[in-house]
């Protein structure tokens, strides 16, 4: 199955249109604070959302919008998550209506997400000038403003897009993520929007999507704060022609499964190399684990080790602290024949065998750890399941971005 | 009941002695690396270890010897976890027979524990000198010198003492401890040693210690990461001349428990404000929850967030970063009563009521938090349980020393 990368974003399948805004949301007027993604056709669509007991009120608006399966469009703000706001509900609620009444459509045809601080009231006043003005926005080509308007603490937007054929039909997939800080994803990233023109049962979207978000989405950890508002959306719009997919065991629920996974793989290294105050972009990949529960527990709990990042900040090959990692993860699985390689594009280095420290030159792994992107590669010699984690390095950066955040 | 400070530490209680000297561990000759502690006459005994797979071998070591509930001696050095070594528990092993050999007791009576870098080869050659010198430099007033010895990256040595009566007879607990890094406990926090003169069973010695360490060194959080090498031991050598403690119900045993909570609360508190780039302690008491488990893993979950973590060092009243961590606690509970105050020797503040921003002013938060102590002050609103939790501020110093850590 090949996937050819494209260009577009969320507008690149067939029939999606997009826009990025300033409405006064954010104070800086350079600042997009508000995108639009919009199907001219009604959209199977389904999602995710943060396993957090605290969630932010555009969660259960969308809960509520997407009982029936099916959406029209996303609103995203960024700068305020509206979350802990009293009339949390009711700010969400009437965006919907604004944004349904620009577009034609029903409220419940939104789909509303918000990200950015938590508790601050949010204001209705830049959303009832903000949303017609994004409606009038939209275009084919909006795809890379809605990628900048969802940023908060992002230094760069994350937008992406790749074809695929199903039964011998052109697909498409567009995908805009947003991260950063706060991220330690449970039932998805902080923010995912997802565009595809392929035919496929809500049913099916639903399954693909929360598959693939376990083993991609919900592997990223940036400092293991799960955020309120995470969510991570797919739209399929069926433009693209091909039969409904409706079958899970057919080769077209496979080929967009995989194609799925590659958008959310990307989605997961781009949200962990641009995690706060990140140099450098950490993937942990893990195999011959008892089970995939443990593969991705394992892998998790590596990437997520504060000294861990901290060394590979310092450049620095402290693999007693992966083992450390290793051991303290939840389950039931033998921590004694661990074999453990540092890679990256300078070469490979193995530094630890049965669990113990494995002859290495501290020179060579050095070098290694310089590149800006490290693989951290384990092998547990207990079973055959594998499976990936996404981080960063922890770095000044990050304490001074989350020491002095509302400056 | 009150607990009155004393000084001497681990020595404070009658019948024990105490060394701390340098033997060549660590290559910095001015820093101690070996401490030993020796109780006149058997006492009875009880530990707790780390929950991390990947166990240091002193701790399999430490295990065995203590099968029968009684020890002589406490052996512990630092600069090496001798932890993922091949030949780890011939050296702990071989570490307690000489220190027998020195003592003239049997090996099983030694407790042997080590801290410091996992998987680097432990020289049995600063032993062979080090015990017998260790030994010669036993001595009533060596508790300062033993407190010095289990260092790492501590900034401070740890060691206190308290008095407390029982049955009208004269008591004393002491104290040492070390953290600093790799701190997120789960059955002991990193090394704890306790003395005291008390007539205890083992059996209860060790109830005591363990329902102890779950309400205080356990609810330590300084980085998210359980070391390999965590114990937490107490050498109880009756030599106080109470009648042994049997029953549960005892005030006797209740009186034992208090003081013993107060000495951990102190180990507590101490390990936190060091912690690794700690410029702040924060203690955290959540009550009305719906259980004490809930209580615990809230207080827990709050000073483990490294997003309120950085917020303390800035100095930032970021209330919804202690709401989101409250949210993202497992275990079943309300979450939308929450209220929040923020208190410190300038005063206090409440930030947050039903779960949703209470008005406070800025000014006045951060002048609170300009404090060097902060205590976080939950209340569920969901039952009546309450629990404690200790931790620290996240710093740029925090980042330089784990990314720089063995030079």
Redesign the interface.
């Known amino acids: 199955m090949t996937h050819t990368p494209v260009s577009g974003g969320v507008c690149a399948p067939q029939g999606f249109l997009a826009a990025g805004i300033h409405c006064g949301i954010r104070k800086n007027k350079s600042k997009r604070d508000l995108a639009l993604i919009v199907s001219e056709r009604p959209a199977a669509t389904a999602a995710v959302y943060t396993?957090?007991?605290?969630?932010g009120a555009p969660i259960a608006v969308t809960r509520r919008h997407l009982a029936d399966g099916f959406s029209r469009a996303v609103l995203c703000n960024s700068g305020n998550?509206n979350?802990?706001?009293?009339d949390g509900e009711y700010i969400a609620q009437t965006c919907c209506a604004l944004t349904a009444q620009a577009l034609g459509v029903q409220p419940e045809d939104i789909v509303i997400a918000s990200t950015g601080?938590?508790?601050?009231?949010l204001p209705l006043e830049p959303f009832e000038n903000g949303i017609p003005a994004a409606v009038a926005a939209l275009s084919r080509d909006g795809g890379a403003d809605a990628a900048e308007a969802v940023m908060t603490t992002d230094t760069r937007p994350k937008s992406h897009a790749l074809s695929f054929d199903v039964n011998g039909v052109h697909c498409r997939i567009g995908i805009i993520t947003k991260g950063s800080?706060?991220i330690?994803p449970?039932m998805a990233t902080m923010l995912t929007f997802i565009t595809t023109d392929i035919a496929i049962s809500p049913e099916l979207l639903q399954r693909a999507l929360s598959e693939t978000v376990n083993n991609t989405l919900n592997q990223i950890n940036i400092?293991?704060?799960?955020?309120?508002n995470d969510m991570a959306v797919i739209q399929a719009n069926g433009m693209a022609g091909n039969p409904e997919i409706r079958d899970e065991n057919s080769p077209a629920y496979a080929a967009f499964c995989a194609a799925l996974h590659a958008a959310c793989v990307w989605a997961s290294r781009e949200i962990a190399a641009d995690g706060e105050g990140a140099t450098k972009l950490l993937e942990c990949t893990v195999r011959s684990a008892r089970s995939s529960e443990v593969a991705r527990a394992v892998a998790k709990s590596i990437i997520?080790?504060?000294?861990l990042k901290?060394?590979m900040?310092?450049e620095?090959a402290?693999?007693?602290?992966v083992?450390?990692?290793?051991?303290?993860?939840e389950g039931d699985?033998a921590?004694d024949k661990v074999s453990l390689v540092l890679a990256s594009e300078h070469g490979s280095v193995k530094v630890?065998e049965?669990?113990?420290?494995h002859p290495f030159s501290e020179d060579e792994a050095a070098k290694i750890l310089s590149a800006k992107e490290i693989a951290i590669n384990v092998e547990m010699h207990d079973g055959e399941a594998c499976a990936q984690a996404w981080g960063c390095d922890?770095?000044?950066d990050?304490?001074?971005?989350?020491?002095?955040?509302?400056s």
Chains 1, 2 share one sequence.
Do not use: E, H
């Open positions: 396993r957090n007991k605290v969630q998550a979350t802990c706001n009293a601080v938590i508790g601050q009231p800080g706060m330690n449970n400092d293991g704060d799960t955020s309120t997520s080790s504060d000294l901290a060394a900040f310092g620095d402290n693999w007693g602290r083992l450390c990692a290793i051991g303290y993860t699985f921590a630890c049965q669990s113990a420290y922890l770095s000044y990050y304490v001074k971005i989350n020491g002095d955040y509302r």
